[in-house]
């Protein structure tokens, strides 16, 4: 399973919008802001590259400590508010609170998919996925 899979999954987990997979994957694909669709890599470099808080923010994601929070505008900033707005428009939903949503939602999701400060390389395997699966659940319940 990719990480576009995973994050698909989680989307339709936490976003009552994301009724579908199709619909997910869509939106997720409108993230990164070209046509090669959803890459978490490229997320993350998006939100290193704002550099100062943002950056120190997504370090603590990617790393084996707490994570820290970011603020809806951070993520609008650090993302884009273009590719924030084709994200809502695919769920139906203003950028607001998609932002309110990829907030809640990005920490977790690069945290599960990182160890040591770099995201895994390999999603494909079963206990990766078992194991994202369950502590991302448990820790967003």
């Not at 890599?41 to 970011?70: C, F, H, Y």
């Not at 590719?83 to 809502?88: G, R």
């Not at 160890?115 to 999603?123: K, N």
């Amino acid at each position: 399973m990719t990480f576009k899979g995973l994050a698909t999954q989680v989307l339709m987990s936490k976003i009552e919008r994301a009724i579908n997979s199709d619909n997910a994957a869509a939106a997720l694909d409108k993230l990164s802001g070209s046509s090669q669709g959803f890459d978490l890599a490229e997320i993350v470099s998006k939100l290193q590259g704002s550099g100062g808080d943002v950056a120190r923010k997504t370090k603590s994601w990617l790393g084996d400590g707490p994570n820290e929070s970011i603020s809806a505008s951070q993520v609008q900033d650090a993302i884009g508010r273009h590719e924030i707005a084709a994200f809502a428009k695919k769920l139906g939903m203003d950028s607001d609170e998609a932002s309110e949503k990829l907030a809640q939602i990005l920490p977790d999701l690069i945290d599960k998919s990182s160890q040591g400060g770099y995201l895994i390389g390999s999603v494909g395997k079963k206990s990766f996925l078992a194991g994202f699966t369950s502590r991302f659940l448990k820790k967003s319940a």
